[in-house]
């Protein structure tokens, strides 16, 4: 993992300036963290301890730490306050700050034993934010060995475009060499990336942030609707262990989680922020270069990473606190002990489309000369790369309504989700059949591609 600090002009008591390269801009600073008094700790509950740490305060550059710092000047001494934090009210004072604003009382905080998480997207606005409080920082990042190219030279770039050093850390190279041997280079295409990320991120970041009593993420709810939509904008991190070691040692923030997709490059292109070509090709989250690819219309951007798998199972283990605990025992490749999501509402409802049952689509399959060929989506109401193409699939339900082809939705997840494997080529949701008329085999529909006109294409293609 990497680290950068940077260095501002001089710092006041109500206002700082920006550093010598840009114009002077006065920011007043923020107001400071509600305290909780000790008195009171004793008494409350499990949950709430958790979300109750001791202040964090920035000293001088350590020895000790575990990643070594790329610059001289340390960020100054954080003055002592006498009590614990409550981050949880915390991130309800924050909920509608600004991310500048979020990124400055963060910085504020804990200075020196803070540092920006940087994977070489469009994080890269947290960089931006970062420099604009005019106050030193830190960035770093995991390099797994298996990033794009265009990745490492958008690195060189950032760190040109900043005048910082980005602090790299890399995995084990035994653990590495001992999984590669053992299972060989994809192994994460037949069994789940858990493994691989493990060995090349978590454990890495894990041995890195026990250098540092906080850290800052790029995560947004909208990135992600089955496993980040609930982020707080600060909170104890409830997986990993800061500097001091144990539960509550580590404070996360995460200063753009309410802001939306198109706000972030709306900023990046007001600002002239330098960004990684891969953005230009289609790629708008960008992980490893075996389990990232562009996304097409109509798809969620994390569609793009882990695309032979499901949903719930998009998180590579550097946030795995997002992910409920009733949806823990859905592997990296779906696989789970039930449907632990049944309260979701139902989606793709229109009077065009048929809602088949186990019954239904088993007779239907079985049929060798059917009236009409059918189109049926096998879905998961929870999976968000089924809600995004809601919208496109009763589109076409509409238009084909009347036209000699039925429409359906076979829910497939939870106890129908072996049979739909074994019977009906499910691999991932939401996969699309097409019943011919007069064969019993269904066809599966090949492309990623789901707008109306790509589908109906399909559709005519075949029937």
Not at 402 to 428: I, M, T
Request: with cysteine.
């Amino acid at each position: 993992m990497a680290l950068a600090v940077t260095s501002s002009n001089s710092i006041s008591s109500s206002s700082f300036a920006l550093s010598s390269s840009s114009n002077d801009i006065k920011v007043s600073q923020i107001g400071s963290f509600r305290l909780v008094d000790r008195t009171h700790v004793a008494s409350t509950s499990l949950s709430q301890r958790r979300s109750l740490v001791r202040p964090l305060n920035a000293e001088p550059k350590r020895n000790d730490s575990v990643v070594p710092l790329a610059a001289t000047l340390a960020a100054p001494v954080a003055e002592k306050v006498e009590g614990e934090e409550d981050f949880e009210q915390l991130a309800k004072e924050l909920e509608n700050a600004s991310p500048l604003e979020i990124m400055d009382r963060a910085l504020e905080k804990f200075g020196n034993d803070i540092a920006i998480a940087f994977s070489g997207a469009e994080d890269v606005a947290l960089i931006e934010y970062a420099h604009l409080t005019g106050r030193p920082f830190r960035v770093f990042s995991l390099d797994t060995g298996r990033l794009n190219p265009e990745t490492y030279r958008f690195f060189d770039e950032v760190e040109q475009h900043y005048g910082i050093r980005i602090e790299y850390m890399f995995p084990d190279a035994v653990e590495v060499q001992a999984l590669v041997r053992s299972k060989g280079l994809f192994s994460f295409y037949e069994d789940g990336h858990q493994e691989c990320c493990r060995v090349r991120k978590v454990r890495p970041l894990r041995r890195s942030l026990k250098g540092l009593r906080a850290w800052i993420t790029g995560q947004r709810k909208d990135q992600s609707p089955g496993t980040r939509s609930e982020i707080p904008v600060v909170q104890v991190d409830p997986v990993f262990e800061g500097l001091e070691g144990g539960v509550g040692s580590l404070v996360k923030w995460n200063p753009v989680a309410n802001a939306k997709g198109n706000d972030i490059w709306n900023f990046l292109r007001t600002m002239g922020v330098p960004i990684n070509s891969l953005h230009s090709q289609g790629y708008i989250s960008i992980g490893c270069e075996p389990c990232t690819r562009p996304v097409l219309p109509g798809q969620h951007e994390r569609e793009g990473r882990w695309w032979w798998e499901d949903a719930k199972a998009k998180e590579c283990g550097l946030h795995k606190g997002n992910i409920k605990q009733e949806d823990a025992t859905v592997n990296g490749n779906g696989h789970g002990a039930g449907n632990a999501s049944e309260a979701v509402a139902d989606i793709f409802n229109s009077q065009n489309l048929v809602t088949l049952n186990r019954t239904g689509i088993e007779n239907l399959a079985r049929l060798d000369n059917r009236q009409e060929p059918w189109l049926v989506v096998l879905y998961a109401p929870w999976c968000q790369f089924c809600q995004a193409m809601e919208g496109s699939y009763v589109e076409l339900a509409d238009k084909l309504a009347g036209n000699g082809v039925k429409v359906g939705k076979f829910r497939a997840d939870g106890d129908q989700k072996e049979y739909a494997k074994e019977k009906l080529q499910l691999g991932s949701f939401p996969t699309i059949l097409f019943f011919p008329k007069h064969s019993s085999k269904p066809i599966k529909y090949p492309s990623e591609k789901r707008d109306v006109d790509s589908l109906m294409a399909f559709v005519d293609a075949l029937r």
